[in-house]
């Protein structure tokens, strides 16, 4: 439960970060991306404690909670502000989504998370508990590229330059990848679920 609830949140958080194109060390980058790369490793950990059908139970419902969001912060920044309480308009101008960004990080998402729920289920029918750090790094490995990919040109084709876009897309990759790294550790401190035992959430 704790673990999908951090997905879940880690889930939400990017969409809502993802608003927003920040430089980091001189590149661009949706800030989104500074919390996003942790659920794919945080899914692979779901996927050993619940099996499939947990990990794929969570990421429909991140999915469907983040589209509740979306819809609720929409209903927010409609709505008429209390003026006295001071930089009302501005807040909810903030607050409100941008239609295209939500559909496309909620996209490259499902996609991806199935595509790498599927990479792990593999690994795992191959080498079954040995090198549990191999089931990490080949599942994000090929899920980090088609989320990106998916999500930049969902979201900015069109929108943001050409050199813009690549660099996003670049910077985003190479996060994801640097953050599979670091948690890969992460697989290894939760209870493989026992053989025959589905738990579904």
Same mark, same amino acid.
């Given at each position: 439960?704790?673990?999908? +609830?951090?997905?879940?949140?880690?889930?939400?958080?990017?969409?809502?970060?993802?608003?927003? %194109?920040?430089?980091? #060390?001189?590149?661009?980058?949706?800030?989104? =991306?500074?919390?996003?790369?942790?659920?794919?490793?945080?899914?692979?950990?779901? @996927?050993?404690? #619940? +099996? $499939?059908?947990?990990?794929?139970?969570? $990421?429909?419902?991140?999915?469907?909670?983040?589209?509740?969001?979306?819809?609720?912060?929409?209903?927010?920044?409609?709505? &008429?502000?209390?003026?006295?309480? +001071?930089? /009302? &308009?501005?807040?909810? /101008?903030?607050?409100? !989504?941008?239609?295209? *960004?939500?559909?496309?990080?909620?996209?490259?998402?499902?996609?991806?998370?199935? %595509?790498?729920?599927?990479?792990?289920?593999?690994?795992?029918?191959?080498?079954?508990?040995?090198?549990?750090?191999?089931?990490?790094?080949?599942?994000?490995? %090929?899920?980090? !590229?088609?989320?990106?990919?998916?999500?930049?040109?969902?979201?900015?084709? +069109?929108?943001?330059?050409?050199?813009?876009?690549?660099?996003?897309?670049?910077?985003?990759?190479?996060?994801?990848?640097?953050? =599979?790294?670091?948690? %890969? !550790?992460? $697989?290894?401190?939760?209870? @493989?679920? !026992?053989?025959?035992?589905?738990?579904? *959430?």
């Amino acid at each position: 439960m704790l673990i999908s +609830g951090a997905y879940i949140a880690a889930q939400m958080l990017a969409d809502i970060a993802s608003l927003r %194109i920040i430089s980091l #060390g001189g590149w661009a980058v949706d800030a989104g =991306t500074l919390v996003y790369p942790f659920t794919f490793t945080l899914r692979d950990m779901i @996927h050993k404690v #619940g +099996g $499939i059908e947990a990990a794929r139970t969570t $990421i429909f419902s991140a999915a469907v909670i983040n589209v509740v969001m979306a819809a609720f912060l929409w209903l927010v920044s409609v709505l &008429p502000p209390d003026l006295a309480t +001071g930089f /009302q &308009p501005e807040f909810g /101008q903030v607050l409100a !989504p941008v239609w295209r *960004i939500v559909f496309a990080s909620i996209a490259a998402e499902v996609v991806s998370e199935l %595509i790498d729920t599927e990479v792990y289920r593999r690994w795992v029918v191959a080498f079954g508990e040995k090198r549990q750090w191999g089931r990490v790094l080949a599942s994000n490995a %090929i899920a980090v !590229p088609i989320d990106s990919v998916l999500f930049v040109l969902l979201a900015f084709a +069109g929108v943001l330059g050409t050199d813009v876009i690549l660099e996003v897309l670049a910077v985003n990759v190479a996060l994801k990848l640097a953050v =599979t790294l670091l948690t %890969i !550790p992460f $697989i290894y401190t939760v209870r @493989h679920r !026992p053989v025959g035992e589905d738990i579904r *959430i």
